[in-house]
């Protein structure tokens, strides 16, 4: 008898330590994506913030992103981020497209 609630105890405690760590590793993940999601963002923003000025300065906007690297300072870390700008004409906001190298 004192076996079998010993065994019970062990299998509780195996049980329940490996439901807190499951738990821990997707509450790490869904950090970690809600990080990307944020700087994805903020990239973003800087790209839109960078394409505006180049407006401001020289009456168009940029043709593309190393227009924006070279001439306005733009940097990002391109092992995680790929970002595209696809301008229809001097005079209109282009279109801005930032993604996360896995969503690629």
């Not at 807190?20 to 994805?40: H, K, N, P, W, Y």
């Amino acid at each position: 008898m004192k076996n079998r609630s010993f065994y019970r105890g062990i299998i509780i405690t195996v049980a329940a330590f490996t439901a807190t760590l499951a738990l821990l590793i997707i509450g790490l993940s869904q950090i970690d994506t809600r990080s990307e999601t944020a700087q994805a963002a903020s990239l973003k923003a800087a790209v839109l913030r960078a394409a505006v000025t180049c407006y401001a300065v020289e009456g168009r906007y940029p043709p593309n992103v190393e227009y924006l690297q070279t001439n306005y300072g733009l940097t990002y870390n391109h092992d995680n981020f790929t970002v595209s700008i696809h301008a229809f004409a001097d005079n209109l906001l282009p279109d801005i497209a930032v993604l996360a190298k896995g969503e690629v």
